[in-house]
Structures are given as structure tokens and as C-alpha cells.
């Protein structure tokens, strides 16, 4: 078995770290001064980690933490990168007195205050840090995260107007990129469906058609139709390999294209809901892929029957097993968010997830079995594996 990876875990009350030394596992944190924290990404060749996240009070922003740890503590040297200020910032600046009572001190105006609310995802690609917004745009980065500037082309994509918000807003949650070459990249929008430029951004295809096989039918109003998938994807994924093989989980429903998201094929036959948030890739093999089905949008977010289980796949969705060994089989109500699974580069590969009853839940073998790494955590917005060097 390899050595066990730091799992990078965003909650609404900060960001932990959350890694096994000789006494088990312990969560260092919290860090951001208790923003909560949507997204999380890390480098493995300077030790970099990246916090995103935010809110109406604290504005929009992205934290990083740069180099290696002193003595394994990351407490020190956070560095928050702003882009919109929130109602903290129009507080602070109209009485400064008392903020000086607490310590806060006015900061200069962030570049993008009034045309965004939070960042909601981190993507690292060909020297370029990516962020996604909410309301849904795209940012990007030359200088690790240091100041940014928004790539407009996506903005003004023709069908912006036409955008919908899903429950959480109009989001841009998910960033997935080709890492043999960074002008190919996807998106996903809640609820906008799947973006895709092949030319670093000057230009976007919007790819959200079915394939020619038949659709199941649904009335359901995020289920799409005979043409297109539902547009509220939650989460997507790039398969390991030369291909240009995506999954989806949407919210009505588990694709698959083998064309970059120019066709779809659902793949939610087997599943017990059709409902859910995260999924997880394979490292190496793009046939294997988890996910966690919960029993409907309406009917409370939980898993089925109140029984966990996270569902595998070897055959790129074609059949699903219930991975269910050391998960609660009783009275279990929690709801695992989209970002809120990962998958370590390991061999056998490492399966993390965790839930908004503040519990990290991690497989050290593909799923087959299950073990509770930490409890008690605020909410878990998202868990992402820091890459190993």
C-alpha cells in the first residue's frame, strides 16, 4: 500500500489539511480566517496550495499558501488574492473606528467587486491558474494566483443571455483541462451546461447533445430531452488516457462522451437514483469511475433507504457495483456535495469523500472497503488530493 496523500478539505468555516502520521489521522486548520471555502488545489513541485471561495460578507477571493511548511505546520503565510469585495469590506471602510476595535483595516477596491459573489473552483493548466466564478466566468492567472484577469470570451458566448441559474446560482464549478495541452479545455455551468475551447480560450463550443441512442424519458424539468442532457451538470471529469473521454454527473442523471462532450451517452441504467453530486475518476484506467447516487433532489438529498454507498464502475458505466463496507447502513442522511470527492494518483488508487455532517470518509483500495478519517468538521465543501512530487 502506498503512503497515505494530504487531502486538502474546504469547509464553510476555512480550509484543513488533513493527513496520517504514526497516531492516525488528524486535520490541521482552520485556515482563511474562517472563509468558507468552495475549492482546493495544491502543486506538488512548490508545495503551493490554493484556497477559492467567499461569500456576500467576505467578497471573492482566492487564498495560497506558497513553499513547503515549516515543521509540517501550515498555519503560517496565507495570502488572500481578492477580486470582489463583500459587505465586510463596505463595513469596514464606513466605520473605521470600530473596525480597528477589531482588528480589520480597509483594503484597496478589489477589481471585480459587483460582478462577482465567490470563486467556486481552482484549476492549475500549462503554467495558468484557473478560477471559476459565481455568477459563471471564468478568471485566470499568470502569477500563481497573485492578480488575475477575467477571460471575457466566455462572457460574451452567445447563448449567455439564455443561462439559467441552478439552486446553488449561476456557477462555474467545474474547470477540467487536457494536461498534454492546456488551450484544450471543458467546463461545466450550473445550469449552462458544457463548454469547450480547443484554442485557450479565444473561443467556446457549447456541447451539450445527446448521442443517437434512445433517451430515457423523464418529465422531470433538469432531465433535458431527446436532444440535449440536462444543462445542470454538478460535476465532470477527464479520463486518464490519450482520449477524449468525459463523465458527467448531472442533475438528472450519469453521461459519458467519448468525444470531448460533443455527444453524450447516459449511463444512469443500474444506478439506484438518478440524483447526485460528485464523481471520481480512475488515475489510469478511464473505465473505472465512482459516484454517490442520493435519493432525489425533493426528497431531502440523502442516500437511498439512508444507506451510504459509493458506486464503481469498471466498465465506463455500462454496469455499477454498491461499495458499501465501513459505510453507516442506518439511519445515514448526510449529502456528499460535487466537489466534496477525490481520487489519489495512487496504486491501488485512494477514493475520498466528504459530507455536510462534517465527516471525511476514505478507500485505500478502490472502493472495496471504507474507513471514517475524520469527523466533526464544519460542512465539507470540497476534498481535493494534494499531488504527490
Sequence with gaps: MSTAPTLLVGTTKGAFLLSKDA???????????????????????????????????????????????????????????KLAGGQMDEWIANDPELAAQFGATPSGPAPYTGQLQAI?????????????????????????????EE???????????????GAAGLTLHTI????????????????????????????WERRNRRSNAPAHPSSHPAAGDGHETGHCVHNMGRAAGDGDLLYQQN?????????????????????????????GLHPSDPDTIWTLPLNSDMDGRYPPDAQAAVWRSRDG?????????????????????????????????????GTNSGSVFGSFDEGDSWRELARHLPTVLCVEVMPRA
Excluded at 495558468?128 to 459563471?136: I, S, Y
Design 176 to 203: 477540467v483541462a487536457d494536461p498534454a495541452d492546456p488551450k484544450r479545455m471543458w467546463l461545466a455551468i450550473s445550469a449552462a451546461g458544457v463548454f469547450a475551447t480547443e484554442d485557450g480560450g479565444a473561443t
Design 251 to 279: 442533475h438528472h442523471g450519469v453521461y459519458r462522451s467519448r468525444d470531448g462532450g460533443r455527444s453524450w451517452d447516459e449511463i444512469t441504467e443500474g444506478l439506484p437514483s438518478t440524483f447526485g453530486f460528485p464523481i
Design 120 to 148: 467556486w473552483s481552482l484549476k492549475p493548466a500549462g503554467g495558468t491558474l484557473f478560477a471559476g466564478g459565481k455568477p459563471a466566468a471564468l478568471y485566470a492567472s499568470s502569477d500563481g494566483g497573485a492578480t488575475w
Design 317 to 353: 458505466g455500462e454496469s455499477w457495483q454498491d461499495c458499501r463496507d465501513g459505510l453507516p447502513q442506518k439511519g445515514c442522511f448526510f449529502t456528499v456535495l460535487r466537489q466534496a470527492m477525490a481520487v489519489d494518483a495512487a496504486e491501488p488508487a485512494g477514493v475520498f469523500f
Design 151 to 165: 477571460v471575457e470570451s466566455l462572457r460574451n458566448h452567445p447563448s449567455a443571455s439564455d443561462w439559467m441559474p
Design 23 to 81: 497516531d492516525g489521522w488528524s486535520a490541521e486548520g482552520p485556515f482563511c480566517d474562517g472563509w468558507p471555502i468552495n475549492h482546493m488545489a495544491g502543486d506538488a513541485k512548490t508545495g503551493t496550495i490554493w484556497a477559492a471561495g467567499g461569500n456576500e460578507w467576505f467578497g471573492a477571493g482566492v487564498w495560497r499558501r506558497t513553499g513547503a511548511p515549516n515543521g509540517g505546520q501550515y498555519a503560517e503565510g496565507w495570502e488572500l488574492s
